[in-house]
């Protein structure tokens, strides 16, 4: 069966256990998905399976889209995603809910967009110390201080932290507890936090690293 599906971020919750302990819980509206591609190694190298999310209107996408999709005669959809699938046992055109990939006890990984920050200095974005705050420094508190050598090598070498635009990554958080799955509301609620912001488009996968 499939390895992954394609959701939301709706935000977060908590929900009580057993003994009355609070849960801290990440809400992620989880398809329905479409299956738009089914890639086999004969004809792609590769087998994979790929996702359609979230319905839109027609003129929000490129004719070479609408004639990828209709093919199967699926919906225009907004999101395509692809999971790396060894023997998906999908066709093409197939609705996937989240009941059926998932259920309470999975663990998985989430993959999402981070929030951007803007352009950030380097005390914000890299944790820097920043100057001292006495012997006159009044304007140095939040500064960088040094980044290179004098004459050698005489530059500031690539790759070194400094001030710059924060955040809007792909960040994969890993090894989350699935505590809820409704099926009737097409929800999935893991365990802890998630990158990006609410209503934020995430691929949940089963974990690779149990």
Known sequence: ???GLIGKK????????DIGLAIPVTLIETGPCYVTQVRTRDQDGYSAVQLGYDEAKP????????GHLKRNNLPPLRFLREFRENNPEVE????????????IGDTVDVVGVSKGKGFAGGVKRHHFR???KTHG?????RAPGSRGSGTTPGRVYKGARGAGHMGHEQVTVQN??????????????VRGAIPGPKGGVVMIKKARKL
């Open 1 to 3: 069966m499939l390895q």
């Open 137 to 141: 420094q009044s304007d140095r508190e």
């Open 59 to 66: 003129k929000r996408l490129t004719g070479g889209q609408l």
């Open 130 to 132: 920043g100057g001292p």
């Open 92 to 103: 093409e055109g197939n609705k996937v809910s989240v009941g059926d990939v998932f259920s």
């Open 176 to 189: 989350l507890n699935v505590v809820l799955v409704d099926g009737e509301r097409n929800l999935l609620g």
């Open 10 to 17: 709706v935000g977060m919750t908590q929900i009580f256990n």
